[in-house]
C-alpha cells in the first residue's frame, strides 16, 4: 500500500511538472500568435497602403492627362498661348 500512495505521489509530482511545463510552452505560443497576428495586420496594412499609393498615383495621372488635353484644346483655339509658337 506504503508503495501504491508513492507512486501516486510521484505521479501528481510529474503531472504537475509537465502541466507547468506545458503553460510555459503555452505563454510562449501566445506571444508568437500576436507577433504574427501584428505583422500579418502590418502586412495587410502595406499592402492597403501599396494600393492606395497606386490609386492615387492613377488620379493624379488622369486630372495631369485632363488638364494637358485642356491646355492643347485652348492652345489650337489660340496659337502662341502657351509660347508653343516664337513670336515675330
Known amino acids: 500500500m506504503h508503495n ?3 507512486r501516486l505521489e510521484e505521479l501528481v509530482s510529474g503531472a504537475a511538472a509537465v502541466i ?3 503553460k510555459e510552452e503555452n505563454e510562449v505560443l501566445k506571444g508568437q500568435v500576436e ?3 501584428a505583422a500579418r495586420g502590418k502586412a495587410a ?3 492597403a ?3 492606395e499609393l497606386v490609386d ?3 488620379k ?3 486630372r ?3 488638364i494637358c488635353a485642356k491646355i492643347e484644346k485652348v492652345n489650337d483655339l489660340q496659337p502662341g498661348l502657351f509660347g508653343g509658337e516664337e513670336d515675330e
Open 64 to 66: 495631369l492627362e485632363r
Open 4 to 6: 501504491r500512495i508513492k
Open 35 to 37: 507577433l504574427l497576428g
Open 20 to 22: 507547468q511545463r506545458l
Open 56 to 58: 492615387f498615383k492613377a
Open 60 to 62: 493624379v495621372r488622369r
Open 45 to 47: 496594412s502595406n499592402t
Open 49 to 51: 497602403a501599396a494600393r
